[in-house]
């Protein structure tokens, strides 16, 4: 589904280059959970920005979905973005002054679905993340995991081959964490790749698989499960 | 999809209503300030008669000696003795002379109705076909009337209602002066803006009230100095009118009508008494305005103090505009990150400033009704036409807002658009 080979990001700024993330293959299955862990600035983000098509990766190859990205329009990645990406973000990144409902719909009018069926895809992703009763809510009348799971409602109702989360707990207490951990496994657990990055090694270790980033370095071997756990 | 983005934008203005407020009422003052110097000035300059401007001609004569006359300006009005061998001509297919006179005017027996003295237009029969006045009731005198100085007279419809409460008076007779003149047409409302077809610096003020046989002046033997042009380059050789008609003096203005504005030229030199001059002149109408300046450069140089102050409004919106969008980069980058492209960016921002630039405009228009009704509070003797919008500058005033308010929101809009979306996501 996800398959990276000889992938690196380096930075240029006044002509000094940063080598973000050094070359590293990576492939991905489809219904996949993984986590990535690593210290802060190892390059984790920069590594779920380019998965996402939202920074282009400086050299090797991108594969999503069979498709070579390197080589889309800006038009084109950001309608294959819609179609097979989803995001969640650490501070959820809601508009404040759009309702749930149109928080959830805001994807679906970039897919260009009609009326009916985006409405029919927002009541589901609301049924699923537990929120049904409160699509007219806005997002400052929730609770921090209330706020997280709309941000997972509008990540799903699209249906996208993969998730990518950002620290999706990291500003929740333990509680709503576990709850949106075990949201985002029922999601993995009906087909959705789940890739998630984390600081938090027992909610790696939830993950099938554990990728590790140390100083741009990117590694992925089994070993890494075995020190986690 | 525009129907969101329309949705985005009122929410988005009502998220910051005060910068809205700021952005809109800068753009209305622009606009309001231009479009009211550009209303008088574009009102000042339009072709006052469209459809046949091209044909219609000022004669302008050379008939001064060596010594007076430099032979390349000509003064707009020549001598009754032109005026008559011009009127002898079958070459146009309208000529028309024209004069004004003022004169006590009041009703035959009707006391309550206090005289008035009054602009009197006098000018030949050819004046009401040649301009296409419209009429109200009856019609213009015939060429015979005019010819036999009859004692008839056209009212506008302005004296109409005067004199006889607006109703049909074709055939009703009134005082002009100590004379009895019968009404033989009533004009409808006719305002030609400018009044280009009498004197150049009367071009904007209100029309005269009636009109009368040129002939019908001369043989009453009237003359009213302040309402002519009037140039003497020859003294008369005594006082009495009948000299005055002889002499060289200049002070009637000649219209003609020619079909094709090819046949004049060769056509030219049999007007009047100096074929062997080479100067005498048609003059086009659209030629005289400009070469008479009725449009002032005080006016041109009004609008474009007004498009500049226009410019520095939309300079400041500007600035609003790139704080405005810098502070939706946590919004745009999201937009980008669930499948916005940059052209989707571009459109919603665009929606947004649209709206700001209608309102702007709308608001604008209001201004520019108020500063234009302000102008016709101040300048009453001028032609009330001037300081009113037709419809083109009504919808040109909301357009120039619409317009301009996206060309100066383009760099704001494009720099929104080309945002990196990883950068923003941590800000929204």
Same mark, same amino acid.
């Given at each position: 589904?996800?398959?990276?080979?000889?992938?690196?990001?380096?930075?240029?700024?006044?002509?000094?280059?940063?080598?973000?993330?050094?070359?590293?293959?990576?492939?991905?299955?489809?219904?996949?959970?993984?986590?990535?862990?690593?210290?802060?600035?190892?390059?984790?983000?920069?590594?779920?920005?380019?998965?996402?098509?939202?920074?282009?990766?400086?050299?090797?190859?991108? =594969?999503?979905?069979?498709?070579?990205?390197?080589?889309?329009?800006?038009?084109?990645?950001?309608?294959?973005?819609?179609?097979?990406?989803?995001?969640?973000?650490?501070?959820?990144?809601?508009?404040?002054?759009?309702?749930?409902?149109?928080?959830?719909?805001?994807?679906?009018?970039?897919?260009?679905?009609?009326?009916?069926?985006?409405?029919?895809?927002?009541?589901?992703?609301? &049924?699923?993340?537990?929120?049904?009763?409160?699509?007219?809510?806005?997002?400052?009348?929730?609770?921090?995991?209330?706020?997280?799971?709309?941000?997972?409602?509008?990540?799903?109702?699209?249906?996208?081959?993969?998730?990518?989360?950002? =620290?999706?707990?990291?500003?929740?207490?333990?509680?709503?964490?576990?709850?949106?951990?075990?949201?985002?496994?029922?999601?993995?657990?009906?087909?959705?790749?789940?890739?998630?990055?984390?600081?938090?090694?027992?909610?790696?270790?939830?993950?099938?698989?554990?990728?590790?980033?140390?100083?741009?370095?990117?590694?992925?071997?089994?070993?890494?499960?075995?020190?986690?756990? | 999809?525009?129907?969101?983005?329309?949705?985005?934008?009122?929410?988005?203005?009502?998220?910051?209503?005060?910068?809205?407020?700021?952005?809109?009422?800068?753009?209305?003052?622009?606009?309001?300030?231009?479009?009211?110097?550009?209303?008088?000035?574009?009102?000042?300059?339009?072709?006052?008669?469209?459809?046949?401007?091209?044909?219609?001609?000022?004669?302008?004569?050379?008939?001064?000696?060596?010594?007076?006359?430099?032979?390349?300006?000509?003064?707009?009005?020549?001598?009754?003795?032109?005026?008559?061998?011009?009127? =002898?001509?079958?070459?146009?297919?309208?000529?028309?002379?024209?004069?004004?006179?003022?004169k006590k005017i009041s009703h035959e027996n009707?006391?309550?109705?206090?005289p008035?003295?009054?602009?009197?237009?006098?000018?030949?029969?050819?004046?009401?076909?040649?301009?296409?006045?419209?009429?109200?009731?009856?019609?213009?005198?015939?060429?015979?009337?005019?010819?036999?100085?009859?004692?008839?007279?056209?009212?506008?419809?302005?004296?109409?209602?005067?004199?006889?409460?607006? &109703?049909?008076?074709?055939?009703?007779t009134f005082r002009f002066g100590a004379e009895t003149y019968?009404?033989?047409?009533?004009?409808?409302?006719?305002?030609?803006?400018?009044?280009?077809?009498?004197?150049?610096?009367?071009?904007?003020?209100?029309?005269?009230?009636?009109?009368?046989?040129?002939?019908?002046?001369?043989?009453?033997?009237?003359?009213?100095?302040?309402?002519?042009?009037?140039?003497?380059?020859?003294?008369?050789?005594?006082?009495?009118?009948?000299?005055?008609?002889?002499?060289?003096?200049?002070?009637?203005?000649?219209?003609?009508?020619?079909?094709?504005?090819?046949?004049?030229?060769? &056509?030219?030199?049999?007007?009047?008494?100096?074929?062997?001059?080479?100067?005498?002149?048609?003059?086009?109408?659209?030629?005289?305005?400009?070469?008479?300046?009725?449009?002032?450069?005080?006016?041109?140089?009004?609008?474009?103090?007004?498009?500049?102050?226009?410019?520095?409004?939309?300079?400041?919106?500007?600035?609003?505009?790139?704080?405005?969008?810098?502070?939706?980069?946590? =919004?745009?980058?999201?937009?980008?990150?669930?499948?916005?492209?940059?052209?989707?960016?571009?459109?919603?921002?665009?929606?947004?400033?649209?709206?700001?630039?209608?309102?702007?405009?709308?608001?604008?228009?209001?201004?520019?009704?108020?500063?234009?009704?302000?102008?016709?509070?101040?300048?009453?003797?001028?032609?009330?036409?001037?300081?009113?919008?037709?419809?083109?500058?009504?919808?040109?005033?909301?357009?120039?807002?619409?317009?301009?308010?996206?060309?100066?929101?383009?760099?704001?809009?494009?720099?929104?658009?080309?945002?990196?979306?990883?950068?923003?996501?941590?800000?929204?």
């Amino acid at each position: 589904m996800l398959k990276m080979k000889n992938l690196s990001k380096a930075f240029l700024t006044d002509a000094i280059k940063t080598q973000a993330l050094h070359p590293f293959d990576l492939t991905i299955e489809q219904g996949e959970f993984v986590s990535v862990i690593g210290p802060s600035g190892s390059g984790k983000t920069t590594f779920l920005n380019i998965a996402g098509l939202l920074e282009e990766h400086s050299d090797g190859l991108y =594969e999503l979905d069979g498709q070579d990205v390197a080589q889309f329009s800006d038009k084109k990645k950001s309608a294959y973005r819609n179609e097979k990406i989803g995001f969640v973000f650490q501070s959820f990144n809601l508009i404040p002054e759009l309702n749930l409902y149109d928080n959830i719909d805001m994807p679906l009018r970039y897919r260009k679905f009609n009326r009916d069926e985006r409405h029919e895809r927002i009541i589901q992703a609301l &049924e699923q993340v537990g929120l049904a009763g409160r699509k007219d809510h806005y997002p400052t009348q929730l609770s921090g995991g209330q706020q997280q799971r709309v941000a997972i409602a509008r990540a799903i109702a699209g249906t996208p081959s993969v998730i990518l989360a950002d =620290e999706p707990t990291g500003n929740l207490d333990s509680k709503m964490a576990e709850g949106i951990m075990s949201l985002l496994k029922d999601i993995n657990a009906a087909g959705t790749s789940i890739i998630m990055v984390t600081h938090d090694n027992e909610q790696a270790a939830q993950a099938q698989r554990i990728v590790q980033i140390k100083d741009g370095h990117l590694s992925d071997s089994p070993n890494i499960q075995k020190e986690i756990a | 999809m525009y129907s969101y983005y329309f949705k985005l934008a009122l929410l988005s203005l009502r998220k910051t209503p005060l910068l809205s407020l700021l952005m809109v009422t800068m753009i209305a003052i622009g606009i309001g300030a231009t479009m009211t110097t550009y209303t008088v000035s574009y009102m000042m300059s339009k072709d006052p008669i469209p459809s046949k401007s091209a044909q219609l001609f000022q004669v302008q004569l050379d008939s001064m000696d060596e010594i007076y006359g430099d032979g390349k300006i000509l003064p707009y009005t020549i001598t009754y003795q032109d005026t008559q061998a011009l009127l =002898e001509s079958d070459i146009p297919k309208y000529q028309v002379a024209l004069s004004a006179i003022q004169k006590k005017i009041s009703h035959e027996n009707n006391a309550h109705i206090i005289p008035k003295s009054l602009k009197v237009r006098t000018t030949t029969s050819d004046f009401f076909s040649m301009f296409e006045t419209p009429f109200l009731y009856g019609s213009g005198w015939s060429k015979q009337d005019g010819k036999d100085a009859a004692q008839v007279a056209v009212l506008s419809k302005e004296t109409n209602n005067w004199l006889f409460d607006g &109703e049909n008076s074709v055939g009703k007779t009134f005082r002009f002066g100590a004379e009895t003149y019968q009404v033989i047409g009533v004009l409808d409302s006719w305002n030609p803006l400018p009044k280009f077809y009498g004197l150049p610096h009367m071009a904007y003020t209100q029309p005269h009230d009636l009109f009368i046989p040129f002939n019908t002046q001369i043989k009453n033997e009237l003359f009213t100095e302040k309402l002519v042009s009037n140039a003497c380059w020859h003294e008369s050789t005594d006082d009495s009118f009948s000299a005055f008609l002889a002499s060289e003096c200049m002070w009637i203005i000649f219209w003609v009508e020619l079909p094709d504005n090819q046949a004049h030229a060769k &056509e030219q030199q049999s007007f009047g008494r100096f074929k062997n001059r080479i100067y005498n002149k048609l003059v086009p109408l659209k030629q005289y305005l400009i070469d008479e300046e009725v449009v002032s450069d005080d006016s041109k140089m009004a609008v474009w103090l007004a498009v500049l102050f226009l410019i520095v409004c939309l300079l400041n919106c500007m600035s609003l505009m790139i704080a405005k969008f810098h502070a939706k980069a946590g =919004e745009v980058g999201l937009r980008r990150a669930v499948g916005a492209s940059k052209q989707d960016i571009v459109k919603q921002f665009a929606i947004e400033l649209s709206v700001v630039g209608v309102v702007g405009g709308l608001l604008g228009l209001l201004f520019a009704q108020l500063g234009l009704l302000a102008a016709k509070q101040t300048y009453s003797y001028l032609h009330s036409g001037l300081m009113q919008m037709n419809l083109q500058l009504l919808i040109g005033t909301v357009l120039l807002a619409l317009i301009s308010s996206l060309v100066f929101g383009l760099y704001p809009i494009i720099r929104a658009s080309q945002m990196q979306p990883s950068s923003q996501l941590k800000s929204l």
